[in-house]
């Protein structure tokens, strides 16, 4: 069987079952982020490692100073998914021996923009010789305060969904100039407490299910409710992907006052109320895969 | 200007100038490793990031057990030039959809085996679709002693220079099967105080001078001491590289009892005086590049 046909999230589960671990880890593959640290430790320490290639993630032709911003962007989105912050960052680059100088530093002069912007540092790299095709493959470290990290696998029963901003049709521009929703997800962690959160990388309709399996539920999902970009359909909220945007469910009790709170401190952002948690496994009614890497 | 006229050394240099940074960064680029802690810490943190390539750093007909033994022990070797300990590592893999699944796992039981035999928990890693080529992107944390940290730029004129092992030839094996010298550097930050230290990836004529220049040196390279693997002229031990031996620089006064401590430590690996730091930049009598990504 080759890969394509066994498919992403297969793949990941065979290849993340019993894999070498130690005591200090929390959380190994299956969230956002890694999680490092002792029971007791006031702070955790967060890893991640994502990849953007050529052809994949964005085209030939791309500005290589959005690509730069994207690569380092979409792992800060997911720092901010456990509620943590970001720190340090490494690059990894495979690029063709032909390529410009000034392309790189273009895709650089990216890189460097979005880790000012977050206060991020680039600390190290690595750059190997491709066969053509340019691939920037970005670890980032953060960290986040025990009491306010979010997981995957803690939604309950009942939890309230929510999703910021609006989904779909991301491949116009968005996907390319995506804010990471770090300011967001810190207010909230700081005067909420989300059971569940993911940013949303391969559409809701992909998303969601990994969320809800992961806390052992299954959901309803309000699909008239879902925030639609202009000129979306709900086939494109749900499946197009790269959204970038917060996931995250949360007991109900809360969901009210954040519903008057948030207004007020994120006045342009929308967060909207798409559905609930369940206690059993559910499917969502409209099919819709939403992104897999080999399919 | 492309990469490959420009060549590796001159890219990193241009792409690592002015990268934003933190108060918390001892070390960015130009180390074997990146070092994050505050200058009081007791213990420095370490990250690394290193990829291996299909058709750069194996052929496409290798058993990709070795190859996953090679992606991580390269990124412990790294850790181990530090004198630290090597914990926590990601894996970012690009592979083409046709791959065999099995070719995935046999893979990954390579990189568990390294794993689990120098003390390193797997937490994560992420899939993508590749043109055609493997290459497995490692990242690697590590933490060491703060007084047991050895950077390349604190070497000293008159220092004595030593390598572990012998060199030369690893392309008939040695660059998949080797095992980092972990254990080596270790005892040896535990018992005398080196001042500058690396592994010697890209072949001693490339990394020596590497060495020398961040320490601010030059220096005299005994090359009819170069000890040479069986079968390898002096240009082999000094521009094939992957050999993964320790290159480090220490005292006069230190030479001496780690010269007859050594073998009683080591006895069946050897440990080689090749020369001194001196205090004007000098050039190496034979010109030996050693490994150039780009060129």
Chains 1, 2 share one sequence.
Not at 79 to 92: R, S, T, W
Not at 123 to 147: D, I
Request: aromatic share 6%; net charge positive.
């Amino acid at each position: 069987m080759n890969l394509k046909s066994l498919g992403e999230d297969r793949l990941i589960a065979a290849l993340t079952r019993g894999l070498p671990s130690r005591s200090d880890v929390r959380v190994a593959a299956g969230d956002d982020c890694a999680v490092i640290g002792g029971p007791r430790d006031l702070r955790w320490r967060l890893l991640k490692t994502d990849a953007v290639a050529e052809g994949v993630h964005f085209l030939p032709t791309e500005d290589l100073r959005r690509v730069g911003w994207k690569a380092l962007c979409r792992a800060i989105s997911d720092i901010a998914a456990m509620g943590g912050v970001p720190e340090h960052a490494l690059i990894a680059l495979a690029a063709p021996p032909t390529m410009e100088v000034a392309q790189v530093q273009a895709l650089y002069a990216g890189l460097r923009r979005a880790a000012r912007k977050f206060g991020v540092a680039i600390v190290g790299g690595e750059t190997t010789r491709s066969q053509g095709r340019l691939s920037v493959t970005v670890t980032l470290t953060g960290s986040v305060e025990r009491a306010h990290c979010v997981l995957r696998s803690t939604g309950r029963a009942g939890d309230v969904l929510f999703v910021t901003g609006r989904l779909g049709g991301s491949i116009a521009g968005h996907h390319l100039d995506f804010k990471p929703r770090l300011t967001e997800a810190r207010w909230l962690v700081e005067h909420y407490r989300p059971r569940a959160m993911m940013d949303l990388s391969d559409g809701l309709g992909a998303d969601l299910p990994r969320l809800a399996k992961a806390s052992g539920c299954g959901y309803l999902l309000d699909e008239s409710a879902v925030p639609k970009n202009r000129n979306c359909t709900i086939a494109q909220a749900l499946g197009d992907g790269e959204d970038y945007e917060l996931l995250f469910a949360i007991a109900p009790r809360e969901a009210t006052r954040l519903e008057s709170s948030w207004p007020k401190a994120f006045p342009k952002l929308p967060l909207t109320r798409i559905g609930t948690l369940t206690g059993k496994i559910t499917a969502l009614r409209r099919k819709s895969a939403g992104y897999d890497h080999f399919a």
